[in-house]
């Protein structure tokens, strides 16, 4: 028989019995109790290491339905979370004994050609996006890994192959449709509650649940040149690395290059003998014009003897999700990360001495190029701050689900951050902060934009109902 109360877990931590009578405004189907066949899949996360069940999930196929689960958890004082792809690292998707919005099933992609805008749900994976703007030939800057949620991405700032020309995510935001703590539902861009829009552009999901983004369009693709190279490390890290630093000092903007140390996977396209064994790879992504790319690219494909070689011409969307086979869900996962100004000629050493040190299968070491549009906007264009960024360079630890050795992994990011600490411009990307980074990696994520965004956070959030993030306290 379904239960007429659940134990859930307030605002305070206290544990609170709810009369199921409360949910009256939420449709039956909208609601999934713990018994319910699609509670499992509606709390499944990508990083095993978090261990953490809520007590409701509610699924909403529409803004009115959000309106009534803010209502719910503000008038009761509940815990509340919200799960837009699930793949925060710190598994900041799901509060446990909480209210769980779970943004999946609002996941519409609507495309205007002729405005060369796109409007898309909360509930899509940058997959969804990247197919429905590419069959126009058209995308915004979105990330690596197709699988990724689009709206924990945009929120927490967005980077990927396309930044060197078009900045971060929120720099092709244009509005959002948003929920805030009082139940209403506003319209935010550049001229219309322009605070609230600066903040949302990085400052995560502390200011309400966003129910629509808008994002600016380019034309690029369907057909790009990229794919991934890889070294033997032993033999090749020092040249790779000297490469890498000397391309990305005068690459193009439509070149954008990821660097990445790890054990060689048993993968089909890495001959047998290299299996386990140390690698250095570059990631290529050429959105530019295909002969002009691969004059771009020969330098890279004549470097020393290749153990694979997959840059081609493809497509975009193909590109897209190349990685994702890589970022496996529920795998355990541990990040440090730190945005730098500059390659120097002192951290290449230590970027190879971390990256020989892997012993994970799953580990890397790895470092994007951003430099580029970001750096032509202000600090203060919207809250992601870090303009003053042109990589972003750490240590991902991984390892299957079971093993026993995730303390030793760990170590090896802990100490590896403490070596690339020095390297950093002080400002490290909040989407990457992990299970133990505090209040002062948040501070030190956003700096001179950390007060204004608290307060913002006082005017649309006083009462912290939205603390399932990287968590601003509001402003006094
Ligand atoms: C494999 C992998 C690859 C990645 N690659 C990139 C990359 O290339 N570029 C990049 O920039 N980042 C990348 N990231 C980081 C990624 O941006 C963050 O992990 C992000 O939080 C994921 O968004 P999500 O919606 O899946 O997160 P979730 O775990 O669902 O949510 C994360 C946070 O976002 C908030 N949130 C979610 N939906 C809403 C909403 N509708 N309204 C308000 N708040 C909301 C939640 O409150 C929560 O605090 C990657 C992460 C992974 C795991």
Redesign the pocket.
Known sequence: MAPDSLNISTLDGDTVLLDLNALERIPEKARVLPADPRFDEATL???GLIDKKPALVIQPDNTAEVVSTVDLARDHGLLL?????????S????ADRGVT?D?SRMNEVRVDANRRVVHAG??C?LGDVDRATQEHGLVTT????S???????T??????YLTRRFG??VDELIEIE?VTADGQVRRSNRETEPDLFWA?RGG????????EFTYRLHEVGPDIVGGLIAWPAQDHAQDVLGLYQELTASAPRELTLVITMRLAPPAPFIPEPWHGKPMIAIVACHTGDPAQALEDLAPIKGLGHPIADLIVPKTYVEQQSM?DAT?PKGAN?YWKTEFVAELADDFLPVFVDIGSAIESPMSQMMM?HLEGAVNEHAEDDGAVGNRDATYVTGAAGAWPAGNLDGDKYQAWVRQSWEKISPFSTGGN?I??QTIDDDTSRIESSYRANYERLQKVKARYDPGNL?R???NLAPAR
Not at 204 to 211: E, P, R, S
Request: positive net charge.
């Open positions: 996360i990508w990083n979370s919200i799960k837009g792809g699930g793949h925060n690292i598994g900041l998707a799901l919005l943004m909360p509930g994976l979105l990330g690596f890994v699988q990724t949620g689009l709206a924990g991405l929120l927490g700032g967005g980077f990927g971060f995510t948003i949302i995560g999901g502390n200011f309400g649940v966003v129910t990685l970022q996962y994007f990307y989407n990457f939205f399932v993030n990287r």
